[in-house]
């Protein structure tokens, strides 16, 4: 599939790529925030019961992995 060869297509195309990458790039910084109050207190307890339970997660499999380890040694 080829570019259109007409060069005022092209630099439409060209624009509509740079606007949209502006755009997007506007968004990911998160420069138009509408509503700036913070987490309300539910989104918070679940991010800290993610955190808590992502934390047992890794210990789990650390101890798991170290115990495994030192059992080749038994």
């Not at 259109?4 to 606007?19: G, L, M, W």
């Not at 990458?21 to 800290?48: C, I, N, T, Y």
Request: hydrophobic share 55%; charged share 20%; aromatic share 6%.
């Amino acid at each position: 599939m080829s570019l259109p060869s007409s060069p005022e297509v092209r630099q439409r195309a060209v624009i509509a790529a740079v606007v949209t990458v502006a755009r997007v790039v506007g968004w990911l910084r998160a420069e138009d925030v509408a509503d700036d109050r913070g987490s309300d207190s539910s989104e918070k307890a679940f991010m800290v019961i993610l955190a808590i339970a992502l934390g047992a997660a890794v210990t789990t499999a650390a101890v798991a992995f170290v115990a495994s380890k030192t059992a080749l040694f038994q």
